[in-house]
């Protein structure tokens, strides 16, 4: 395909991946599937069986030492000191302004925290926090570790057919993460995951991925879904894509993130960008990411203004056909004043104005399954 | 009738000072589901290697160009709403618009299918 493609580094799966007929890309310096039998094939058997996903991309660290809990709560808005053995929090990464370096999720182990940081992002994460947690502090990118993804209402029942642990992977609810083996195989296993489904997120020696990988597609839910399906699924469960959602010129407030600041934290403060944030919580951001459902069939993508009348209110920062929703959805940052649920505006594409309403997120139910709501 | 391809893999069928213009199969299966299709409005100059529609895909937008200059005397209707017709039928139903040539001569330097077949094994 594109000279990109011999420029992008292979990730453990990629023979796997070429085998079952994906087409690759670079993403994220790295050649991943875009898709393998088509986007909306994999988008719909996702949302009614499981798909697997290889997010070897991501970056998986470790923290440990001295101080910890305090040390990430200089970097993150989130309750860390609270955060229990077994349980995993979304956090964001803020710069001095409160703008987001990065989203990610935070898993407490026994002696460590483990944390999964976006690919595309994860050397400078990286940097920005060796630069900042005290000596006593060890950071460990676990280079050697592959991340799989299984999602979709039948991931719970083919994950369980294989997998062996000290408790039952029903004892795993959402945001939960535990120790377990698969055939063997030592996994790190997350009730967690970016399409909005039930599923889990699967860390795995790089030696041993395309065994699970295997296994997992040997069970009759399971098939291999690309970043194509990845991406529309995440749309439609109103979840923002770093690098495009969000990025170091906005704020959590503004993204619609105001939940990944924890109370005690809102009450406390210090964490970076404090400030901003919480006059934002308590006044209101200039802009808020929205959702926004287009009539007609014209997808509007990433870039395109959004206007209320002749005035340009937002730009369009996803967009895409929604195989779930059957039409055309976008998200993207709007006018305080334009952003009420029910609002009519208009984006523009190739010079014609589309009818767009801002529309409640997620735009399909999420359906997580949590703790007490079996 | 003779069809000719592009590069930029379209494809043209000419009949006389008449053509129909699409995207081969090859084309729909790099851009993979097709959700819109624009189609050039009827009387509409085109010009030779110039955008004149647009295909959208699941991912992304996608221009396609005209083989050859001329003016649009039909598009096809039934990609409103059926756009998928692009990737079930890219050589058949799934054709963009029709158009009256300006240049016949505008053809030469096209390929034949033989020669669009090679090029796209070489790609």
């Known amino acids: 395909m594109s000279d990109d493609d011999h420029i992008a580094e292979p990730l453990p799966l990629d023979a796997w ?18 898709q393998y039998e088509g986007i909306i094939a994999e988008h719909a058997w996702t949302r009614e069986h499981a798909g697997l996903f290889d997010v070897s991309h991501m970056g998986q660290l470790t923290l440990a030492g001295e101080g910890l809990d305090d040390a990430l709560e200089a970097l993150l808005p989130a309750d860390v000191k609270s955060l229990a053995v077994g349980r995993m929090r979304y956090s964001l990464l803020l710069n001095e302004s409160g703008g987001i370096i990065d989203d990610l999720m935070l898993c407490r182990w026994p002696t460590k925290i483990y944390m999964v940081v976006n690919g595309a992002v994860k050397a400078g994460d990286i940097a920005h926090m060796r630069a900042r947690l005290p000596a006593a502090i060890t950071l460990d990118h676990m280079t050697e570790r592959a991340l799989l993804a299984l999602q979709g209402p039948e991931a719970f029942a ?3 057919r294989v997998t062996t642990g000290r408790w039952d992977l029903s004892a795993l609810t959402f945001m939960m993460g535990g120790p377990y083996e698969i055939d063997g195989i030592d996994a790190f296993i997350t009730r967690s995951g970016y399409t909005g489904e039930d599923g889990f997120e699967i860390s795995v020696d790089a030696a ?10 040997a069970q009759p839910e399971v098939k291999p879904i690309g970043l194509g399906a990845r991406d529309s699924l995440r749309l439609e469960a109103g979840l923002p894509l770093y690098g495009h959602d969000l990025d170091t010129n906005t704020d959590p407030v503004s993204a619609d993130l105001g939940f990944a600041i924890s109370k005690r934290r809102r009450t406390e403060g210090g964490f970076p960008g404090a400030d901003r944030i919480l006059k934002y919580l308590a006044d209101g951001a200039p802009t808020k990411r929205v959702g926004l459902a287009l009539e007609g069939r014209l997808p509007a993508r990433e870039g395109a203004e959004i206007f209320a009348g002749d005035v340009k209110v937002g730009t369009v920062t996803s967009g895409g056909f929604a195989p779930s929703v059957g039409a055309p959805i976008a998200m993207g940052y709007v006018d305080a004043a334009h952003a009420a649920v029910g609002t009519r505006l208009e984006i523009e594409v190739r010079g014609k104005r589309l009818a767009a309403t801002v529309a409640p997120m997620p735009f399909v139910p999420h359906r ?3 703790k007490g709501a079996a | 009738m003779t069809t000719y391809f592009t590069q930029d893999h379209e494809w043209i069928a000419v ?6 213009v699409g995207i081969t199969d090859y084309a729909q299966a790099q851009l993979g589901d097709v959700v819109f299709v624009e189609v050039p409005p009827v009387g509409t100059e085109v010009a030779k290697g110039k955008e004149a529609a647009v295909v959208e895909s699941v991912k992304a937008a996608s221009d396609v160009y005209a083989p050859v200059s001329g003016t649009v005397t039909e598009a ?22 029709k158009l009256k040539l300006a240049d016949a001569g505008e053809l030469e330097g096209l390929m034949d299918e033989t020669a ?4 796209v094994a070489g790609l």
């Open chain 1, 208 to 217: 041993e991925v395309e065994r699970v990988a295997d296994i997992l597609c």
């Open chain 1, 368 to 370: 997580y399954v949590r």
């Open chain 2, 116 to 119: 669009y077949k090679a090029f």
């Open chain 1, 158 to 160: 083919a994950l369980a």
């Open chain 1, 17 to 34: 991946h070429r085998a079952r007929g994906a087409r690759m890309v670079p993403f994220a310096g790295y050649a991943m599937p875009i």
């Open chain 2, 76 to 97: 096809n209707s039934a990609l409103e709403a059926d756009p998928a017709l692009v990737n079930t039928s890219p050589e058949g139903e799934g054709w963009f618009f």
């Open chain 2, 15 to 20: 009949e006389g000072d008449s053509a129909t």
